[in-house]
């Protein structure tokens, strides 16, 4: 948003004034770095409730419709955010007399991905109504946007989208956004035999499938010279937390989710990031923090779908493995330890990939064509 403000377009974020995390709101309007920013008050119940969660997103859907009528005679275009709260559905009622150009960016679909993690029943009547209000919602805006293209093949199969209709854009990260130790130097470098700590990063639910990490935990704690430390939040980040102390496990440490300079030390110490996908999740998702690593120079190795956006991006460009098990990884991170010219070529990859293809520039680009038909 931020880009497109600097490039001369007029710029108006509609969002929650609650934070992702418990604690104080956000100002209801501000305007950052040439960017109006307006945040509509919700319940700010707590998201481990289901009701919570579905009270906070009915009166977010009813405040962004209110600001949706607001501006759209003075807007070009709408870009939806859909994380999972479907805004989508937004999409007819922001029609009528506007000629506004309406696109989804879906990073979490419902109930697509809660049928397949087995949290909603894929037959039950609340489902039924999502998958149609989905089809409607899908097939009265312009463009959609995925971060993936196993997500892109999905929305066309499920809901019968046209291929024309869905652009990929990859999700990008931002060095200056950061906060990496000064004394960090990049590329990468590892000296032979050098202790390997491995980090695990990000919201610790049921698409990170949490039992990998605990076979993580144990196979780490018999190798000398590897430790790895888990960080986030989420439901199951506390159990996690129980059961590496009642296993005595001293090669892996639970952190609690952090941001700013304290994450940016984090990244700043690690040699390496790890994340997972439940292959449940394939064409549902994208690991964000997969972009994150490669961009503070981090070799990731990685348990997903071979046939995932993630598998394709890590083999593509050189910066990581991609693992069919947990004893696959540890025997990539014994290769990585052995091997320093390897560590380097990939940290060199990694930050090459997010300086070209997988860039911000790049990914600013490409949302300039799909809102506005035009790049600067």
Same mark, same amino acid.
């Given at each position: 948003?931020?880009?497109?403000?600097?490039?001369?377009?007029?710029?108006?974020?509609?969002?929650?004034?609650?934070?992702?995390?418990? =604690?104080?709101?956000?100002?209801? #309007?501000?305007?950052?770095?040439?960017?109006?920013?307006?945040?509509?008050?919700?319940?700010?119940?707590?998201?481990?409730?289901?009701?919570?969660?579905?009270?906070?997103?009915?009166?977010?859907?009813? @405040?962004?419709?209110?600001? %949706?009528?607001?501006?759209?005679?003075?807007?070009?275009?709408?870009?939806?955010?859909?994380?999972?709260?479907?805004?989508?559905?937004?999409?007819?009622?922001?029609?009528?007399?506007?000629?506004?150009?309406?696109?989804? +960016?879906?990073?979490?679909? %419902?109930?697509?991905?809660?049928?397949?993690?087995?949290?909603?029943?894929?037959?039950?009547?609340?489902?039924?109504?999502?998958?149609?209000?989905?089809?409607? !919602?899908?097939?009265?805006?312009?463009?959609?946007?995925?971060?993936?293209?196993?997500?892109?093949?999905?929305?066309?199969?499920?809901?019968? /989208?046209? #291929? #024309?209709?869905?652009?990929?854009?990859?999700?990008?990260?931002?060095? @200056?956004?950061?906060?990496?130790?000064?004394?960090?130097?990049?590329?990468?470098? +590892?000296?032979?035999?050098?202790?390997?700590?491995?980090?695990?990063? =990000?919201?610790? =639910?049921?698409?990170?499938?949490?039992?990998?990490?605990?076979?993580?935990?144990?196979?780490? #704690?018999?190798?000398?010279?590897?430790?790895?430390?888990?960080?986030?939040?989420?439901?199951?980040? !506390?159990?996690?937390?129980?059961?590496?102390?009642?296993?005595?496990?001293?090669?892996?440490?639970?952190?609690?989710?952090? $941001?700013?300079?304290?994450?940016?030390?984090? +990244?700043?110490?690690?040699?390496?990031?790890?994340?997972?996908?439940?292959?449940?999740?394939?064409?549902?998702?994208?690991?964000?923090?997969?972009?994150?690593?490669?961009?503070? !120079?981090?070799?990731?190795?990685?348990?997903?779908? @071979?046939?995932?956006?993630?598998?394709?991006?890590?083999?593509?460009? =050189?910066?990581?493995?991609?693992?069919?098990?947990?004893?696959?990884?540890?025997?990539?991170?014994?290769?990585?330890?052995?091997?320093?010219?390897?560590?380097?070529?990939?940290?060199?990859?990694?930050?090459?990939?997010? $300086?070209?293809?997988?860039?911000?520039?790049?990914?600013?680009?490409?949302?300039?064509? /799909?809102?506005?038909?035009?790049?600067?």
């Amino acid at each position: 948003m931020e880009d497109l403000a600097a490039a001369g377009h007029d710029v108006t974020v509609v969002c929650s004034a609650q934070r992702y995390r418990a =604690g104080a709101q956000c100002p209801v #309007e501000d305007v950052p770095a040439g960017v109006r920013v307006v945040r509509c008050r919700t319940p700010g119940l707590s998201r481990s409730s289901s009701l919570g969660r579905l009270l906070n997103w009915v009166v977010f859907l009813a @405040s962004a419709e209110r600001q %949706l009528h607001r501006h759209a005679a003075s807007v070009d275009a709408v870009l939806a955010v859909i994380n999972p709260i479907p805004l989508h559905w937004l999409a007819a009622r922001a029609r009528p007399g506007h000629s506004v150009r309406f696109v989804a +960016l879906i990073w979490d679909l %419902l109930p697509d991905s809660a049928v397949a993690l087995g949290i909603m029943p894929g037959h039950s009547p609340l489902a039924a109504v999502a998958r149609r209000l989905n089809r409607r !919602g899908l097939a009265s805006i312009d463009a959609i946007v995925v971060p993936g293209r196993d997500m892109k093949q999905h929305v066309m199969q499920a809901y019968g /989208v046209a #291929e #024309e209709k869905v652009t990929v854009i990859s999700n990008w990260s931002d060095i @200056s956004r950061l906060y990496l130790d000064r004394d960090v130097s990049l590329p990468r470098t +590892l000296c032979l035999g050098q202790p390997l700590l491995i980090l695990a990063a =990000g919201h610790m =639910g049921r698409a990170q499938d949490v039992d990998k990490l605990k076979q993580l935990c144990s196979l780490i #704690e018999s190798e000398e010279g590897m430790f790895l430390q888990i960080v986030g939040s989420g439901p199951f980040i !506390g159990n996690l937390r129980d059961w590496v102390r009642e296993q005595h496990l001293h090669h892996t440490a639970i952190l609690d989710f952090c $941001e700013g300079t304290a994450f940016g030390h984090l +990244l700043s110490t690690a040699s390496c990031g790890f994340l997972s996908l439940d292959s449940r999740m394939l064409g549902l998702g994208v690991p964000s923090r997969t972009y994150t690593y490669l961009c503070a !120079g981090l070799p990731v190795l990685a348990i997903v779908p @071979s046939s995932s956006e993630t598998a394709a991006q890590l083999s593509g460009i =050189g910066a990581g493995f991609v693992a069919a098990d947990v004893a696959m990884v540890v025997a990539y991170l014994r290769e990585l330890r052995q091997d320093p010219g390897l560590y380097s070529r990939m940290s060199a990859a990694a930050l090459s990939a997010t $300086e070209g293809p997988l860039s911000r520039c790049q990914a600013v680009r490409q949302y300039e064509q /799909v809102l506005f038909g035009q790049e600067t």
